[in-house]
C-alpha cells in the first residue's frame, strides 16, 4: 500500500520562493506518476504539476509552467514542487498524489488513488 506525505508548507511573502517536497512510502516501485494539486479558499481542487515516474516527463497547469518546476529523486522516492516568485493567489493547501495506473492523465485528480493530508502554504502581500 503506497501512502504519501507532504512537508515543507509554510507562510511566505510574495516574490518569495517555496519548496514542497512529496516522500512515497511502501510499494513505491509500483508508481507511475506523482502529481500537485491545491486547493484556496472557497475553491475547487486544481492541477498543479505532475511528473512521470518512468521517464521523467512533467506536466504544468495552466500558468504554471515557468513559476513552478518539478523534479524528482528516484532513489529516495521522493518529488519536489518549487515554487518561484508566489502570488498571494497561491495561497491554498497543497496535495501530493500518487497513482499506479499508466494510461492515466496525471493533470486529473481521479486518476490518483494515493493522497497526502496536504500542507498549507499561505503567501503575504
Known amino acids: 500500500q503506497v501512502s504519501v506525505t507532504e512537508s515543507g508548507g509554510g507562510f511566505v511573502q510574495a516574490g518569495n520562493s517555496l519548496r514542497l517536497t512529496c516522500a512515497a512510502f511502501?510499494?513505491?516501485?509500483?508508481?507511475?506518476?506523482v502529481g500537485w494539486f491545491r486547493q484556496g479558499p472557497g475553491k475547487d481542487r486544481e492541477f498543479v504539476a505532475a511528473?512521470?515516474?518512468?521517464?521523467?516527463?512533467?506536466y504544468f497547469g495552466d500558468s504554471k509552467k515557468g513559476r513552478f518546476s518539478i523534479s524528482r529523486d528516484n532513489a529516495k522516492s521522493t518529488v519536489d514542487l518549487q515554487m518561484y516568485s508566489l502570488k498571494p493567489e497561491d495561497t491554498a493547501v497543497y496535495y501530493c498524489?500518487?497513482?499506479?495506473?499508466?494510461?492515466?492523465?496525471?493533470?486529473?485528480?481521479?486518476?490518483?488513488?494515493?493522497w497526502g493530508q496536504g500542507t498549507q502554504v499561505t503567501v503575504s502581500s
Open positions: 511502501g510499494g513505491t516501485s509500483g508508481i507511475v506518476g
Open positions: 511528473i512521470r515516474w518512468i521517464d521523467g516527463n512533467t
Open positions: 498524489a500518487a497513482t499506479r495506473q499508466w494510461f492515466a492523465s496525471l493533470m486529473t485528480p481521479s486518476s490518483y488513488a494515493y
